[in-house]
Each structure stands twice: as C-alpha cells, then as structure tokens.
C-alpha cells in the first residue's frame, strides 16, 4: 500500500539544508527564511547545485504560514534555535500536524517536542548543504535515517524525491550518538581551518580524528549506548567523500554563533558528569568560543 503524501508541506528555518530540501519534497514546500537568501530565492527562484544542477522556482515566507488540514512542518534550525523555533510556529500547528526536526545535537527531537507538548519525528541527517550566496546552496547528496512508525513512513514518502537514501533504523540512540560523533570530529576542525569536509580527511590529522571520535564513544558507552569500534574508520569514510563546507564553518565565516555547546561541548559536560574526561573535546569547544569571542 502506498504511503499518502502530505497535502502542505512547510519547512521552517530555510538556509541551506532547509531550502534544498524544501524544494525537493512531495509536494514542493513553503520555504520559511529571512534576510539575503529570502530575497533572492523570491526574485530568481532557488539555484542548485551539486549533486543536481537547476534553477527551482520556491514559495518564499518570512513566518510561518497558516497550516492545512494534514501538513508536515519539517524545523531545519540550528539546535541552539529549537526554543525559538518553536515559539514561532505552536501556534499555527494543528492536531494533525506532523513535526519533524533536522538539527544536530544529541536528541533535538526531544527539545523541541517538549517545548511544543507533542511528539516530533527525528531526522537523523548523514548530509549537509552549502549557502553559497543568497538564494545558492551545493548539496552532495547523503542519507536521512527515520525510525519506523506510521508518522516516520509519511515522512520518509515526503523526503524520496530529493535524491537522498532514505533509510529505516531501530535504533536512534546509537544513530544519534554516531552522528554526534562525526559533527564533534568534523564541525570544529571545518570552523577552526575554514576547509571543507573533505580536506579535513588528511592523514596528518587522522590521530586527532581517531581521539576525539574515541572520546565520544566512551562517553557514550557511560550512556549506555555501546557504539562499534569501527565507527572512527567509517568517520574517515564520511569525510573523505563530503565536499561541503560544513554548518560550523558557515557560521564563523558569517560571524554567527555555532552550536558547539550542543556538540563537542555538550561532550565534554557529560564527560564530567560521568567522572571521566574528554580532554579534545574540550579543548575544540574551547578554541571554537575563543573563535566566536567568547571566553566562557
């Protein structure tokens, strides 16, 4: 049986990853942004490239519009926005409203549906996007892990058009944890150099990676989520084929705040907490709010 599709489709926090995905969901989303790229995706539409190279015509909203009867309402936000976030859209959302969060960090999907008091469908994202200027994004493809469940199906019915491999776990809090693991490794190395994703992969800084992916992993077992000793290899593999230029680097190149609390730093917390230490992760969230001219 085939799985119905949403009949409205809005994505809020439309930047990079948010707008290519918009435009590419069945059927094409209202694409909630601000600023530069709003302006220019409403006078010349949405410029691709990458794995896809178009010009997409998309419906541009500065807030987020009055919901249909059965729409999803997919959050693209930064995790240090989840608050906000959902201040902005409660209340527009419907008792039949499907919400569905891409955002790093450990559980997003938590945060944001205890602030809006109903349950939120995670999108594990193995993916990323380029602002290349307003209304420019390059993606390079990827996958997106959903767990399964009826919302989760309709979800991932929405996602099959945009080119990525949608795929089906049972296990989030280990996907969560790896996905971690990889931002913690990659994101402030991306922000502190200026490099893409790929050139991070170098063999000078595969002992860097292997420790730093290490670190998580035993905070991670303290957790008790036990994640496989092959996850720094399958890390390197990550990065070797990733050409984007990662969130964190976006965000110090446009002098914005990161979410390294969120990451390497929200590491390093629970390290304490457990009464053990994570030395690199610290030390990365540390140099990355110097970055941001933070001292604390």
Known sequence: METRLFRQNVVFGAGALGSWLGARLAPPAVLVARGEHAQAMRASGLRLAG??????????????????ADAL????????????AARAVRERLREDTVVAVVANGLAPQEILGEALGRPVVRVVAEFGATLDGPGRVSAWGGRALLLHGVREDRVAAALAPTGLRVERIDDL??????????????????????????????????DLRLAVAREVMAVAALDGVDLPDELPE????????????????QDLARGRPTEIEHLNGFVARQAEAFGIDAPLN???????????????
């Open 282 to 296: 610290r030390w990365l969230a540390a140099l990355i709010r110097l970055r941001e001219g933070k001292t604390d």
């Open 173 to 206: 809090a280990r996907h969560s944890w790896e996905k971690l693991a990889l931002n913690c490794v990659a994101n402030p190395l991306a922000g502190l150099t200026g490099r893409r994703n790929g050139d991070l992969a170098d063999d000078d800084l595969a």
């Open 234 to 249: 399958r890390i390197d593999l990550v990065l070797a084929r990733s050409r984007n230029l990662n969130s964190m680097a």
């Open 51 to 68: 794995i896809e190279n178009a010009v997409v015509p998309v419906d541009v909203a500065d807030a987020c519009p009055p919901l249909e």
């Open 73 to 84: 309402l997919l959050l693209t936000v930064k995790a240090t926005d989840l608050a906000a």
